[in-house]
């Protein structure tokens, strides 16, 4: 049985294959023309098949309403000598299937360059396949430091292969502020460049003396976008607030506590004291910027950050201390939790749904989608609060730590090994959950802070193979060791085909 990753639900192996040759034509049913697109797309660059569209084609694509228990990403993908036939209740579970032909294909089938020659045969197979979980993410921070959009297609891509769902993209912080808004050109022209980074890690003071910087156009996210869509992939937006804002203060210091005091674009790591003023304007400010990112990002969910936002500024702010008691707030840090009320009831009015980070699991309002990371305890705690939950335990999905303890390994961030056994053991569920909690766990995702990462080698080195560890879990659910790690053998070689500069 060829090794896939994800592991599909149920898989069964016949002896004899399905040839697509040159006179394979694709019976495309209504609403799966975009799988016939990425069909095409993707094995066009080896194989220069034109899979043609007729209605006598041996090769069917269908979305089926009676498959409604395959949920939107399910797919059915039954292969005999004569005909292949990939069926989904949804267009998305159609788009699975497809990454599963992709994998089932001869290795040759990944390449970027024509492989004459190569007979492309499909296994004969009866394959079911449903998720165990719906969020299967990864967090990309563009912010630290920024990547081209080109990268950012490769690396969807990639995701796709591994029938990634959310494509988590951290456009703001600190250091750098990458998405144009247009009310407020400054927020990349300014906020989006800074004149050095700090070289070691938080706290020290040796500094590469580069500028580093860049935005994106909004007609690059929206191709993006689209780009990620076609193969089945949401990008969610993330905007930081009320904290992790100092690229936007640099850019308009009347949206903070000290409006008369000229802030740089920060160089240093770490959770910096600069935060949003908690006055009319910056919550004007704030909705403003998420209209504009809601125009660009059909994404269901909107992340608005929320996490390590020190309360000093506030509590030595008048202002700040007279909206508390205005608003019959205890104290100015409870301002936290009116900030992201406000932005969240903003958010929900405007048909989406508010995701944050969670400090304990149970300091963000209760319309929020929660992502834990500190403590899988806070997993439970905020499941039992009632909130849908993504666990990104750090553990065990943040990928800026290393993967092992080797002296070799290339620059990290300081904190534990997070090797490939950690994250395939995560479950997002924790132990003691009981059947409601546990169903308000959604799934998944890996982080990728980017401090010390500075390239799309050093992204792929860190991300591959533990991501497909990541794939696996949230997918197929606990497989064991074995049988992942067999199956990692083989799949790393379509790793080497598609050129990832992959963790040996
Ligand atoms: C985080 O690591 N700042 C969520």
């Not at 990268?151 to 029938?163: E, F, G, S, T």
């Not at 022209?189 to 580093?212: K, L, N, Y």
Request: aromatic letters at 8%; proline letters at 8%.
């Amino acid at each position: 049985m060829p090794a896939l990753v994800p592991r599909p639900t149920q898989a069964a192996f016949r002896p004899g294959h399905f040839s697509l040759d040159d006179d394979t034509a694709l019976h495309i049913g209504a609403g799966a023309e975009p799988a016939a697109d990425l069909l095409r797309t993707l094995l066009a660059p080896a194989t220069g098949l034109a899979l043609p569209r007729s209605p006598e084609g041996q090769f069917t694509l269908a979305l089926d309403s009676a498959l409604g228990h395959l949920g939107e990403e399910g797919y059915i993908l039954s292969v005999d000598p004569h005909t292949a036939l990939l069926r989904a209740a949804h267009p998305t579970g159609l788009l699975r299937g497809i990454q599963t032909i992709r994998q089932l294909l001869p290795l040759e089938a990944l390449s970027a360059i024509p492989r004459p020659g190569t007979r492309w045969l499909l296994p004969c197979a009866e394959i079911t396949d449903i998720p165990q979980h719906p969020w299967r993410g990864a967090m990309l921070d563009v912010a630290r430091h920024f990547q081209p959009v080109s990268y950012l297609r490769r690396y969807v891509d990639l995701l796709a292969l591994h029938k990634i769902s959310v494509f988590h993209l951290h456009l703001t912080d600190d250091q750098g502020w990458r998405m144009p808004v247009a009310a407020y050109p400054k927020l990349t022209e300014i906020g989006g460049h800074r004149t050095q980074s700090q070289t070691g890690p938080a706290g020290g003071d040796a500094f590469d003396g580069v500028p580093h910087g860049g935005a994106y156009t909004r007609a690059e996210l929206e191709g993006l976008v689209r780009y990620a869509a076609a193969r089945g992939v949401t990008v969610m937006p993330e905007i930081e607030m009320p904290g992790h804002v100092r690229a936007a203060l640099a850019a308009y210091p009347r949206l903070g506590n000290h409006p008369e005091r000229a802030l740089d674009v920060w160089t240093r790591w770490g959770v910096c004291d600069t935060v949003l003023g908690v006055h009319d304007e910056v919550l004007d400010f704030c909705r403003t910027v998420l209209d504009e990112v809601m125009d660009v990002f059909p994404s269901p969910y909107i992340h608005v950050g929320g996490e390590e936002c020190p309360t000093t500024e506030w509590t030595h702010s008048v202002a700040a201390r007279e909206r508390a008691v205005s608003q019959g707030l205890a104290d100015p840090e409870a301002l936290h939790g009116w900030f992201l009320a406000r932005i969240g009831d903003f958010l929900v009015g405007r048909g989406r749904r508010p995701i944050g980070w969670a400090e304990t699991g149970a300091e963000l309002p209760l319309d929020f989608t929660v992502m834990t990371w500190r403590d899988p305890a806070h997993t439970l705690t905020a499941a039992r609060r009632g909130h849908p939950v993504v666990s990104a335990y750090h553990r065990a999905t943040y990928l800026d730590y290393a993967q092992t303890g080797g002296a070799h390994e290339p620059r990290a961030q300081p904190g534990p090994v997070v090797d490939l056994r950690a994250v395939h053991a995560h479950d997002p569920v924790p132990e003691d959950a009981d059947d409601r909690a546990a169903g308000r766990v959604l799934g998944t995702q890996t982080q990728l802070w980017t401090e010390f990462v500075t390239t799309p080698a050093h992204i792929e080195y860190l991300t591959y193979p533990r991501l497909c560890a990541l794939a696996d879990r949230g997918w197929s659910g606990a497989t064991d060791w074995a049988d992942f790690s067999s199956r990692l053998a083989e799949h790393t070689a379509r790793l080497d085909a598609l050129g990832v500069e992959r963790h040996p």
